[in-house]
């Protein structure tokens, strides 16, 4: 099995009432996730704008789109396969990217986008390879 075929797309419950909404990105029973904590973080992408191009040897992730809209660009680095995903909140999900799979955000909508995202380890610059997709 190729690591673009080991992309799950983790479809997530939104939950809207006049309040506001409430959504739960990481419920800790994913497969896969680590007994440790790892690290959780949010970027944000202008309009036209991409963000990642890189693949990480050794971490993996998991990625929702909280805010905005964003096209997930996905490759595996040795078969080559590639993957598009469209996300946005209104499509309450999550994407679990293992690794050796080059990633990149581009922005698809008119607005900023905002993604929220769980590693399973620290950063070590080491362990994030640029990549042009």
């Known amino acids: 099995m190729s690591q673009i075929e080991k992309v799950k797309i983790i479809s ?6 006049d309040r506001g909404w409430f959504f739960k990105a990481i419920t800790g029973t994913e497969e896969d996730i680590p007994n ?3 690290e959780v973080y949010l ?3 202008k309009p036209g704008q991409g963000k990642g191009g890189h693949y990480h040897p050794k971490a993996v992730e998991w990625f929702t789109v909280i805010e ?23 499509k309450a999900c999550s994407v679990f990217v293992p690794n050796n799979v080059a990633h990149i955000f581009v922005n698809s909508g008119d607005s900023d986008f905002i993604v929220l995202a769980y590693t399973d380890l620290l950063y070590d610059p080491a362990d994030t390879i640029a990549y042009i997709l």
């Open 12 to 17: 997530r419950r939104l939950i809207i009432d």
């Open 36 to 38: 440790h904590t790892g």
């Open 43 to 45: 970027t944000m992408g």
């Open 68 to 90: 905005g809209s964003a096209i997930l660009k996905l490759e595996d680095i040795e078969t080559k396969e590639r993957k598009e995903i469209e996300l946005s909140l209104e």
